[in-house]
């Protein structure tokens, strides 16, 4: 169950040097961080049809995309990698909020909240 490791411009997400930062940040106060990877997903949910999840994860899931950006791992599952094809990833600060932004150019559309999307 060994993740294919790739850092190219085919990559499947982009992560911006400020959205690795944060994760950089994030991953600070975890102990034994050498096996954990932000793994980013689409699924079922939201009210466009499908949601966006983003969480820290230790497995390696067959089939899993594994790529290097900016010294962070991040990890796609072969479900999720047809969707998230071409994905930037980066972190947003206001005044108003702050959280990671998905630009994803395979999505027909968006919510409001900008949470969920469609396909």
Known sequence: MSADTVQSDNAT??????AAEKVQSFLADQP??????????VQAGGCAGFRYALFFDDRELDGD???VHHGIKVRVDKMS???LMGTVIDW???LEASGFSIENPNSAGSCACG????F
């Open 81 to 83: 990698s047809p969707y």
């Open 115 to 118: 949470e969920s999307a469609t």
């Open 13 to 18: 997400i982009s992560l911006t040097e400020t």
């Open 32 to 41: 034994d961080v050498d096996d954990i990877a932000l793994r980013v997903a």
């Open 92 to 94: 947003k600060e206001s």
């Open 65 to 67: 995309l594994e790529e």
